[in-house]
């Protein structure tokens, strides 16, 4: 519903015909919004909602009447619809992919602060594109941080499958039963190269529950490290100087966002200058604004 909003409120608003292509694995709300639409007395066909797989898809992106198409998804997908947009009436496209945006605490920071923050990565179960799923803890007060993270986490653990009408309800399940296989596939390969210092295993028989987990350490080069997973999934690295934590933030295809924890005004303006990422935020991980503009860098 946040995206189709964010899309369609501009694109409406300027004048123009909407045609809105929902997932086909998750449609109701964008359904649902079309039909409000018309409630609200909407034009006829001025806001219009379809549902279809990978070929509506790509008849979206090539066909000649349509002038613009943005569209939020995987970097897989976005390659193509820039290709088949140009390659029909070369419309103007825009893209927003994934992240796997870092998270910077600096050895002045509130610690507290920065845990309850970055457990943010677990929000809508890790299935946003801007969460901060790489967390940087300078060496001094990392081991502060992974013991109360660890805390917050097995409370997080405890609340799956809970009662989603409950207000004490703080998780969720993954969207699909495929986006599960895809969690669970990420953490058998990166658990080959690291064991999960918390989490790994999905919970229970039935539903798309996975424990949240965290890998500590991981390979620069691993998998885990450099792509989206799109799940409860954060890795934690440790750093002993700036330089050394710009160039680990800055060393993937990601540029969406990026959040530095410090108490150093001096420390925040520097940093933020150097990282590679489109929005960046201090001492919080709230990315979205709507008094500013949203996007990135890279592959983001």
Not at 144 to 165: G, I, T, V
Not at 182 to 202: H, I, M, N, R, T
Not at 222 to 241: H, M, Q, R, Y
């Given at each position: ?33 079309g039909e409000l639409a018309i409630q609200a007395g909407f034009p006829p066909g001025a806001l219009n909602v379809i549902i279809g797989t990978v ?199 990601f540029g969406l966002g990026a959040t530095i924890f410090t108490q150093d005004l001096d420390t925040a303006l520097r940093v933020s200058d150097k990282l590679e990422a489109g929005t960046i935020t201090i001492n919080n991980t709230n990315y979205v604004d709507s008094n500013m503009s949203f ?6």
């Amino acid at each position: 519903m946040i995206v189709f909003a964010m899309k369609a409120a501009p694109a409406l608003a300027a004048g123009n015909v909407m045609v809105s292509k929902a997932p086909e694995l998750n449609p109701f709300s964008s359904l649902y919004l079309g039909e409000l639409a018309i409630q609200a007395g909407f034009p006829p066909g001025a806001l219009n909602v379809i549902i279809g797989t990978v070929e509506c898809g790509q008849r979206l992106a090539s066909h000649p009447d349509i002038r613009k198409i943005s569209f939020t998804g995987s970097v897989a997908v976005g390659k193509k619809i820039q290709a088949a947009a140009t390659a029909s009436n070369v419309k103007s496209v825009t893209l927003e992919l994934g992240g796997k945006s870092p998270v910077l605490v600096f050895p002045d920071a509130d610690i507290e602060l920065a845990v309850n923050e970055s457990y943010g990565f677990l929000r809508l179960n890790g299935q946003g594109c801007v969460l901060g799923t790489r967390i940087y803890v300078h060496e001094k007060v990392a081991d502060e941080f992974l013991e109360k993270m660890k805390k917050k986490l097995q409370n997080h653990r405890n609340n799956l499958q809970a009662d989603p009408w409950s207000e004490d309800t703080i998780s969720s399940p993954l969207y699909h039963h495929r986006q599960k296989e895809s969690v669970l596939d990420f953490l058998a390969k990166a658990s080959k190269q690291s064991e999960p210092l918390v989490g790994g295993q999905q919970v229970g028989d039935k539903g798309c529950y996975i424990e949240p987990t965290i890998y500590f350490k991981p390979a620069a080069d691993s998998k885990i490290v450099n792509e989206e997973v799109f799940g409860p999934v954060a890795v934690i690295d440790t750093f002993n100087d700036e330089a050394e934590v710009l160039e680990k933030a800055n060393n993937v295809e990601f540029g969406l966002g990026a959040t530095i924890f410090t108490q150093d005004l001096d420390t925040a303006l520097r940093v933020s200058d150097k990282l590679e990422a489109g929005t960046i935020t201090i001492n919080n991980t709230n990315y979205v604004d709507s008094n500013m503009s949203f996007g990135g860098w890279k592959s983001k």
